[in-house]
């Protein structure tokens, strides 16, 4: 079995992050099949290839070759250690290829991503990747999440920014990709661009629920409304309201009343309180300790009257 090191797996992530511009594309996020049924993975756009072969892996614990592709006439090399290498076939079609399953198992439960080689001048050969597909085998249906917006509190809105938190939740399976689109007053609705905002998501928070929270800092004299838009096996599903955030206003800080400035400079002008939040928590500590101490000396004083008197002279006399 061709088992990546840890620091292969590295190099691996790392060429996946560095190529993600130019990636293979994988358009499904996520298959759910029973078992002994058949399952079918896309692997697009290898035309950008430089090299004739496409390899496809399955991750699990770590990335494992499963078998190789040529993509001038098909022929399929599974000269590789996989132990199920048999269970897998791949064909050529129209701008990629397939990975198939004829019979799925229960342990063909993980994700599988296609690769290729690109030759650079500066870099010599390297990898690219798709995005991966993960397949689910279970006998549950595939269900489209429910999606809600809600605005967010953060500390952002110190920095002139807003937040939103997307919910994406009763879903199977549970994984989801989030994106948005906003529109200005009664412009058109259009993606949003990654320099705009940024995103921060939140998977696997039990029950089936993911979330995604936004920050935007709003453009001056202008109102947008956002829509939370989250891909799913089952289908696309959009936020059923527009969270609408309002252009930064210029305002003056509130003036503070003379009484309750007075008592601010007056605290300002008060020392320091001795016992800071450190020696308190030592303080706490000790004190928690002699209370233990002194438990555990009443217990083995105790135990030891208890002892003496269970071991003195019987008062009981026969004749």
């Not at 994988?26 to 090299?51: I, K, Y």
């Not at 008060?270 to 706490?284: E, G, H, N, T």
């Amino acid at each position: 079995m061709l088992l990546l090191p840890a620091a292969a797996l590295c190099c691996l992530c790392s060429a996946m992050v560095a190529t993600a511009a130019e990636e293979l594309i994988q358009d499904q996020l996520s298959l759910t099949r029973r078992v002994g049924q058949s399952a079918s993975f896309t692997c697009e756009q290898t035309q950008s290839c430089d090299d004739d072969y496409v390899y496809w892996y399955q991750k699990k614990e770590t990335f494992t070759l499963i078998l190789d592709i040529k993509t001038s006439d098909g022929a399929v090399d599974k000269d590789y250690d996989h132990p199920q290498k048999d269970d897998f076939s791949a064909v050529n079609i129209q701008n990629g290829c397939e990975l198939k399953i004829d019979k799925v198992k229960l342990s063909h439960s993980a994700s599988y991503y296609c690769s290729c080689q690109k030759d650079d001048p500066h870099r010599n050969w390297y990898d690219i990747f798709g995005s991966g597909t993960k397949l689910y085998v279970t006998d549950e249906p595939v269900v489209k999440p429910v999606v809600s917006v809600y605005p967010a509190a953060s500390r952002a809105h110190l920095e002139g920014k807003s937040s939103l938190l997307c919910l994406a939740s009763a879903m199977s399976p549970p994984l989801v990709q989030f994106s948005w689109k906003r529109q200005k007053e009664d412009g058109p609705l259009e993606e949003l661009p990654p320099a705009e905002g940024e995103q921060l998501q939140l998977t696997q928070l039990g029950r089936g629920r993911s979330a995604a929270i936004l920050t935007v800092r709003q453009p001056e004299n202008a109102t947008y409304k956002y829509i939370c838009s989250v891909r799913h096996e089952g289908g696309t599903a959009e936020g059923p309201t527009q969270q609408e955030v309002p252009a930064p206003a210029a305002s003056c800080p509130p003036e503070t009343e003379p009484a309750v400035l007075a008592a601010q400079q007056q605290a300002d002008l008060l020392p320091l309180d001795p016992l800071q939040p450190q020696s308190r928590v030592k303080l706490l500590c000790l004190l928690y300790t002699v209370l233990i101490v002194k438990s555990l000396v009443y217990c083995c004083g105790l135990s030891l009257l208890m002892s003496l008197r269970d071991d003195g002279p019987s008062t009981n006399y026969t004749d």
